[in-house]
Nanobody, 120 residues
Framework: QVQLVESGGGLVQAGGSLRLSCAAS????????MGWYRQAPGKQRDMVAT???????NYADSVKGRFTISRDNAKNTVYLQMNSLKPEDTAVYYC??????????????WGQGTLVTVSS
């Protein structure tokens, strides 16, 4: 059993900033990559940013230059610094972790989601 707990969501005005955090715990042997995904009403869940254990990052075109993903491997925690927020960033943000779990089982875990609302 692996748990991912997100925090940091809330209501912010356009142009503002938020920092999301996600901590992984449970039956984890290793985490190879973590990422953030978001889903707005009536839309599919899309990748926002990912980061590997080695530090390689990948961003959706819509957030490049505004969002920064980082991680603390020792704490199994991933962060998403969101600057210059736009109303179209409004969504439920989900944390994801991929790697190897207990007894070498594939690990693909999701958090419960945290709501980010950007007003204008």
């Amino acid at each position: 059993q692996v748990q991912l707990v997100e925090s940091g969501g809330g209501l912010v005005q356009a142009g503002g900033s938020l920092r999301l955090s996600c901590a992984a715990s449970g039956s984890i042997f290793s985490i190879n990559a973590m990422g953030w995904y978001r889903q707005a009403p009536g839309k599919q869940r899309d990748m926002v940013a990912t980061i590997t254990s080695g530090g390689s990052t990948n961003y959706a075109d819509s957030v490049k230059g505004r969002f920064t993903i980082s991680r603390d491997n020792a704490k199994n925690t991933v962060y998403l610094q969101m600057n210059s927020l736009k109303p179209e960033d409004t969504a439920v943000y989900y944390c994801n972790a991929m790697g190897v779990g207990d007894w070498f089982k594939p690990l693909d875990a999701w958090g419960q989601g945290t709501l980010v609302t950007v007003s204008s």
